[in-house]
């Protein structure tokens, strides 16, 4: 009797913090005819342009440092914005929706990256 092992096909995103690459593992579909098949990996983009604001209450500036003024604050998980560009460690960004404080949807303006968070795309299986 011969017995026969089908795997699942399954991808599974490790979401790593801010700065680090996410990576992408795709398991074998099936061992039959190969064994020692071995596991293929992929590195995967982190394509997700969202970022969320971490720090509790941050400058929205109209340039990349703090020499800029300030368009308004944004505040923890409630504010977020599409990346539009970046310089150095700050990040220009477009602003999903009003912010708390009442700054515009769409406003643009620039955030330093420590008081931010992108998002990572996940498949959950």
Request: glycine share 10%; aromatic share 8%; proline share 4%.
């Amino acid at each position: 009797m011969q017995a026969k092992f089908i795997g699942r096909a399954g991808i599974a995103v490790a979401t790593i913090t801010m700065g680090a690459a996410a990576t992408l593992a795709a398991a074998p579909s099936a061992l039959a005819s190969t064994p020692a098949q071995a596991p293929a990996t992929l590195a995967a983009a982190n394509t997700c342009p969202t970022w969320s604001v971490t720090g509790k209450a941050v400058n929205l500036r109209s340039g990349p440092s703090t020499n800029y003024r300030s368009l308004g604050l944004l505040y923890r998980w409630s504010d977020s914005g599409t990346e539009v560009g970046s310089s150095g460690d700050w990040i220009k960004t477009k602003l999903d929706h009003k912010s708390e404080t009442g700054i515009k949807k769409g406003t643009t303006g620039w955030v330093h990256k420590k008081y931010l968070e992108q998002c990572v795309y996940m498949q959950l299986d």
